[in-house]
């Protein structure tokens, strides 16, 4: 997404990137299908599994005030966009809106603890 009008947006494509990576991961259907799979075996790895890996690769990973922390905070905030989206899909099976629900609690509740320890400065 462009927000610098008609100069060059640098995070742009620290955007597009992840969204589409995002945008395949948090996808309904292929939500439901880690949600039937692990309930059919256990040892593969279920949305849950997912959702986690996924915010603990993005938001439960430091950044800087330099341009490298912004680009996480890019990315962080495009993982939380889709994830946001997949809770809001009307298509989207029960499970998954659960399971959705439940892990955006989770972060909701690492977000605020997380805050209230730290306060990191966008630009210096």
């Known amino acids: 997404m462009r927000r610098t009008g008609l100069t060059f947006d640098t995070l742009a494509p620290a955007e597009a990137a992840p969204e589409h990576v995002f945008a395949l991961l948090f996808h309904a259907q292929r939500a439901s299908r880690l949600v039937q799979q692990q309930a059919r075996d256990l040892q593969m790895p279920g949305l849950d599994d997912v959702i986690?890996?996924?915010?603990d690769a993005?938001?439960?990973?430091?950044?800087?005030a330099d341009y490298?922390?912004?680009v996480r905070r890019?990315?962080?905030?495009?993982a939380l966009s889709r994830l946001l989206t997949l809770?809001?899909?009307?298509?989207?099976?029960?499970?998954?809106?659960a399971v959705v629900t439940r892990q955006l609690?989770?972060?909701g509740d690492w977000l605020a603890s997380a805050s209230a320890r730290t306060v990191e400065p966008a630009q210096p």
Do not use: H, N, S
């Not at 986690?52 to 915010?55: Q, V």
């Not at 993005?58 to 800087?64: D, E, I, K, V």
């Not at 809770?87 to 809106?97: C, F, I, M, Y």
């Open 52 to 55: 986690t890996r996924a915010l």
């Open 58 to 64: 993005t938001w439960r990973q430091p950044a800087g």
């Open 68 to 70: 490298d922390g912004e």
């Open 74 to 78: 890019a990315v962080d905030y495009v």
């Open 87 to 97: 809770a809001a899909d009307a298509k989207a099976a029960p499970q998954v809106l």
């Open 105 to 107: 609690e989770i972060f």
